[in-house]
């Protein structure tokens, strides 16, 4: 049972006007990290649960990024970038208001690398909870899959094959061992568009009522 679920969905919605594009993302990482967890064997419908809503939030502080900067066409300098950085923090006080400790690591995580090259606090390996290493796979997937306005999309197995170049450095081996097993089902479910995700809100929203 997820606290104040009225929050969470208030966020999303927030999210979801200020950019559709970003929300549409965030929907995407969680079915992603969602398999992902399952495929590393993750069984405890609370720990699922967690790393499905703290993924569906990874991006939430976004919403305070100003819109020259998020929807900036093309890469941005050195102190737009600073800015930007500035979500993950911006995204653990949002999510504060949510009891789950576990949700706020993940979103303050989420750019953290397992080589501590990463972003804000420069965490490695076994520093990083393992929701936020996991939700770090999945968002890249899904960046690299999916493309960007600053970058194009890539095929599924350019995106495993990305992803895998990058195991050890930016992502967590055990992570991207996880992803490659089940890359085809993931690739399949966002195919069908059909998504866990949206159950996940679904139910929040049953919850409210
Ligand atoms: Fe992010
Ligand atoms: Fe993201």
Do not use: W
């Not at 967590?172 to 890359?183: E, F, G, K, Q, Y």
Request: proline share 2%; net charge neutral; hydrophobic share 45%.
């Amino acid at each position: 049972m997820i606290n104040q679920p009225r929050n969470i969905v208030d966020m999303l919605e927030i999210l979801e006007t200020k950019d559709p594009a970003t929300y549409a993302h965030s929907i995407r990482v969680s079915e992603i990290a969602l398999q992902i967890a399952l495929e590393m064997g993750m069984e405890d419908q609370h720990v699922l649960r967690n790393i499905s809503v703290a993924a569906l939030l990874h991006d939430i502080g976004k919403v305070f990024v100003p819109d020259e900067i998020l929807f900036k066409k093309g890469g941005l300098n050195v102190a737009e970038f600073k800015v930007m950085k500035k979500h993950v923090a911006m995204g653990k006080i949002i999510t504060s208001q949510l009891d789950d400790f576990e949700i706020r690591m993940i979103v303050f995580q989420h750019h953290e690398a397992f080589d501590g090259s990463g972003y804000p606090m420069r965490l490695k390996a076994d520093e990083i909870c393992i929701g936020a290493k996991i939700c770090a796979t999945a968002d890249a997937f899904d960046v690299i899959r999916f493309g960007r306005h600053y970058r194009e999309a890539r095929s599924a197995e350019q995106t495993v094959a990305e992803i895998e170049r990058c195991s050890g450095t930016k992502f967590a081996p055990d992570v991207v061992v996880a992803l490659n097993r089940c890359a085809t089902k993931i690739e399949k479910i966002l195919a069908r568009n059909n998504f866990h995700a949206k159950n996940v809100i679904a139910k929040i929203r049953d919850e409210m009522s």
